[in-house]
């Protein structure tokens, strides 16, 4: 037997063997998330009494796992998980260096219209609100009329 006789050896060993599984399982498949990495760990690999979750996974590789990156995949809403200086970290890397070089506004990426765009977007949406009033002031005049002359016809009868 080794000699592993100590307090909390047996987490940190277990610690380690999912440490180092993990980052195999990123190596050979960049790009993946983290509930990709828990249905190979448990299925593929045997690791059902470790209790792995996809939230356990996402927290336990920023803190642990060193050499993975993840980056976020908006299409699907979900990090994605790959080893740090792979192909695909790097090109993450330059689409957000190129994002960040264009994002002129602070909430918006699109580039700033200038006022006479801005004093023509606020021409149009003036109109369009007159509109809709001057369409719900019509209609509640009409509901008005309407409850007048049942009112009206209520005390006839």
């Not at 307090?7 to 998330?33: D, L």
Request: proline content about 4%.
């Amino acid at each position: 037997m080794a000699s592993n006789n100590g307090i909390g050896s047996q987490k940190e060993a277990r610690r380690e063997r999912v440490r180092k599984e993990i980052f195999s399982f990123v190596s050979q498949q960049p790009g993946c998330s983290a509930q990709a990495i828990v249905s190979h760990l448990t299925n593929d690999r045997g690791m059902r009494n470790h209790g792995l979750t996809p939230r356990k996974v996402g927290f336990f590789i920023p803190r642990y796992c060193t050499g993975i990156t993840w980056f976020q995949d908006h299409a699907a809403g979900r990090r994605v998980y790959t080893p740090i200086g792979s192909p695909l970290a790097k090109r993450q890397e330059e689409k957000i260096h190129k994002y960040a070089k264009t994002r002129t506004g602070t909430h918006t990426p699109k580039p700033m219209t200038g006022l006479t765009g801005l004093a023509s977007r606020a021409c149009v949406a003036r109109k369009e609100m007159e509109k809709l009033a001057s369409t719900t002031n019509r209609a509640a005049s009409m509901a008005k009329n309407s409850s007048r002359a049942s009112a009206m016809a209520g005390s006839k009868n």
